[in-house]
């Protein structure tokens, strides 16, 4: 059974004239999520327009993605022809590979380990995409994400499974007036039934966790393919342990993520995992499991999604990966683009580069790249 | 309530004219017998191709046995470069001149060609988009000349080749004349026996026949490799079993297009241009690509800087005005024009080329609905275009 209890909180915008259906500019990945979200707009009333941003040139190097692949392309188009909604194919390939695709080599290169689909959202899906719902006289926009707005904020998906929030801290406040997240308020079970009702042919499509232009899950080819032959990201290093002694050789940095534990040296009696990655000296660190925890960290590029930031020394909950459940702790520091936070007990692999998001409750406060995290043990330098 | 939508896409396809439907109808039905065949049914549809063949041929100024049907102009654009090339190759001649702004079909063939073995030269274009004549003189010149291969009116732009000179440079080089004529056909007199021409490739549904069926010409004693294999069917250079009805629809559409030429070509020049001037006064900093050039008079190509042609070409449509940017790819979206980009147009303005094309369904008021729209929707894609 189809909800028949409206599930936008978005009120319409009072300088639209009455009887007039407004424009939304639906963003379509070919997958489910995204399908649903245009038929629950269309059902709505909306003047829905569907797009599907090409992001990356897919020449039969990505089998098949949720996005980008032309398969997923066509399987957007038929649902938009199934729901009598005009649909047109977004050429963003190269502000894609500039926003993106080029700066995930580079924090690579650098030694950290980066979310495209953080910068992905930020840059392609919510202000692209803005600059064309812009063009067509739509004052908003949608996707496909689990998440919700709600007066302005955004709000965790009601599907904890299914939370997209990590990903979406880098968008523009201002944007949040504009956006509609029609399956944010849904469990991924409920979507999927939903689809199958509406005789969607996505209904079934499985869903890919995997990085969209990362074939097999394989980011070091991606790096092999975009650095040159002699980045030092990829050059052999030493594998050091905690204390500074060297215990092997690796053939690049940028093959490990902190928390890595494949592909370390035998031989020591308690599990090793990667601790750090020292771009200075090509390191890379290896310790045993407690020398992941942290307790704290400092994060930078941080965005705000609240029109009064929390003040320091706010209880606030805070997540450092996707799926992971938030954490308490406290805002310790907050200076214009950076923040600290110290967390009420350890979590394991903060890692450099990826986000953290800070919560108060459902809303999403803001969240910023991880810049570092504080060990609860030390690592020696370099 | 929104306007009757307009359609100003007359480049990509065009509807089917009563007339030509009209006279193809029986050969769907009654008359539906296979060319080849030696029975009433087969010598009744075999009668229908002949005269069909014929009144094609006196279109073209050209002889019966010259005129070969094919598919479109894909086809015949292969058929040209490759069947043409393959059999010049064998006789130690192996470079293909072309030029850097022809329609995909010609350009991917003359790589195809490449790939067994030719010499690719491909012509410079000038800025106002037709190809520079001294690199033509150097290039056809150059010696081992197998096929020279320029498209009469360029599809994007609307910008007109000099046929007639790079026909006679190529003959004076010993070698073989392509052109793509599919932009050029009913809007230029295509005459065999006023330029030297080897083959021609036409299109039937630019110009109200059906999609699916093209004509092709080749001069009497040309040698030419078939693409396809299997029948005797048009002397074995198409083999396949004839589509009656679609030849018999082509032979109307261009006799149709061959009587109104002129007429038309003048309904067209004065709408198109009215478009162009308000567009420019109202627009000051829009770019008309290939303004200098002599043009066909259906097409305008036009680039607002600040803008992009998606957002353009999507709000245009919302509005039910149908036009189209340079190429779209296989997903659709929209590709940055090689035409473009081989005239030397700045990449920002490149992809916000949006081209209007006129044709049989347009009318001054659609033209002056246009001119109205496009400057207002301008103001909104530049609104926000370009923030990033």
């Not at chain 1, 940095?253 to 009696?269: D, E, K």
């Not at chain 1, 606030?316 to 009420?344: C, F, K, N, W, Y």
């Not at chain 2, 520079?132 to 291969?149: E, H, K």
């Not at chain 2, 630019?206 to 009497?220: D, M, T, V």
Request: hydrophobic share 45%; net charge negative; glycine share 10%.
């Amino acid at each position: 059974m189809i909800d028949d209890t409206c599930h936008l909180d978005v009120p319409l915008p009072a300088s639209l004239p009455a009887g007039t259906r407004p424009r939304v500019l639906v963003a379509m990945s070919g997958g489910v999520d995204s399908s649903v979200a245009a038929a629950m707009l269309v059902r709505d009333g909306y003047d829905v327009v569907g797009v599907t941003m090409k992001l990356f040139h897919d020449g039969g190097e990505v089998p098949d993605r949720p996005c980008c692949s032309l398969e997923s392309v066509n399987d957007a188009r038929r649902v938009a022809e199934h729901l009598g909604i005009p649909h047109y194919v977004l050429n963003l390939q190269d502000r894609f590979g500039r926003d993106v695709v080029a700066d995930f080599v580079a924090e690579y290169a650098a030694g950290r380990t980066p979310i495209p689909c953080v910068r992905c959202n930020t840059f392609t899906k919510f202000r692209d995409l803005l600059t064309k719902a812009d063009a067509i006289d739509a004052p908003f926009i949608a996707t496909g994400h689990y998440a919700r707005v709600a007066d302005g904020r955004l709000l965790r998906g009601e599907d904890d499974a299914k939370d997209q929030t990590y990903f979406l801290w880098g968008i523009d406040r201002a944007v949040l007036a504009r956006m509609i997240l029609p399956v944010g308020s849904m469990t991924k079970q409920e979507t999927r039934a939903m689809a199958r009702e509406l005789g969607l042919i996505t209904a079934e499509k499985a869903e890919s966790q995997e990085i969209c232009f990362v074939p097999d899950g394989d980011y070091v080819k991606v790096l092999e393919r975009e650095l040159p032959a002699d980045a030092p990201a990829l050059m052999r290093g030493p594998i050091v342990t905690l204390d500074g002694t060297v215990v092997g050789q690796h053939e690049g940095f940028a093959r490990y993520t902190v928390g890595q534990r494949r592909g370390l040296p035998g031989g020591s009696h308690e599990p090793l995992f990667v601790i750090a990655l020292r771009p200075e000296d090509r390191a890379v660190v290896i310790g045993p499991r407690e020398a992941l925890l942290g307790r704290g960290l400092i994060a930078r590029e941080v965005n705000w999604l609240v029109t009064t930031p929390p003040a320091v020394g706010a209880a606030i909950q805070v997540r450092i990966r996707h799926r992971a459940p938030p954490v308490p702790g406290t805002l310790v520091r907050s200076d214009v683009g950076e923040v600290e936070v110290m967390l009420d007990s350890a979590v394991h692999a903060i890692s450099p580069g990826q986000s953290v998001v800070l919560y108060d409750g459902d809303v999403v406060l803001g969240g910023g790249v991880i810049a570092s995290g504080r060990r609860v043990l030390p690592v020696r330098a370099a | 309530m929104t306007a009757a939508p307009i359609y100003l896409d007359h480049a990509a396809t065009t509807p089917v004219r009563p007339e030509v439907f009209e006279a193809m109808a029986p050969y769907f039905g009654p008359r539906f017998g296979n060319a080849s065949s030696t029975h009433r049914w087969g010598r009744e549809a075999r009668a229908a191709l002949d005269e069909s063949r014929e009144r094609i041929a006196r279109c073209l100024g050209a002889a019966p046995d010259e005129v070969c049907f094919t598919s479109g102009g894909t086809e015949g654009d292969n058929l040209a470069v490759l069947g043409g090339w393959r059999v010049l190759k064998a006789k130690g001649k192996t470079a293909i001149v072309s030029s850097s702004m022809e329609h995909k079909a010609v350009l991917q063939s003359v790589h195809q060609a490449a790939k067994e073995g030719a010499e690719e030269r491909l012509l410079r274009s000038e800025s106002n988009g037709t190809v520079s004549m001294d690199d033509a003189r150097a290039q056809i010149g150059a010696g081992g000349l197998a096929l020279t291969s320029v498209m009469w009116v360029n599809n994007e732009t609307g910008v007109i080749q000099p046929i007639d000179e790079l026909a006679q440079l190529t003959k004076a080089a010993g070698g073989l004349f392509h052109t793509d004529a599919v932009q050029a056909f009913g809007k230029i007199d295509i005459d065999a026996r006023k330029i030297p021409f080897d083959f021609v490739a036409v299109s039937g549904h630019k110009f109200g026949a059906p999609k699916g069926i093209g004509a092709f010409f080749i001069r009497r004693g040309t040698p030419l490799e078939p693409l396809f294999f299997g029948g005797t069917q048009d002397r074995g250079r198409r083999p396949g079993t004839e589509n009656v009805p679609y030849a018999v629809g082509l032979a109307r559409a261009m006799e149709l297009a061959v009587e109104e030429r002129e007429a038309h070509w003048i309904t067209l020049e004065v709408m198109r241009d009215r478009l162009e001037a308000a567009l420019l006064a109202r627009v000051p900093d829009a770019l008309v690509h290939g303004r200098g050039a002599k043009r066909a008079p259906h097409i305008l190509n036009v680039s607002v800087p600040g803008t992009d042609s998606e957002s353009l070409l999507m709000a245009l449509d919302l509005q039910g005005v149908a036009a189209s940017s340079g190429s779209a790819c296989q997903s659709g979206s929209v590709t940055p024009s090689h035409v473009l980009a081989a005239m030397g147009v700045r990449a920002d303005l490149a992809s916000a080329a949006v081209r209007m094309s006129l044709g049989a369904l347009s009318t001054p008021a659609d033209i002056e609905r246009v001119a109205e729209l496009f400057p207002a929707l301008i103001q909104k894609a530049r609104g926000l275009a370009g923030v990033a």
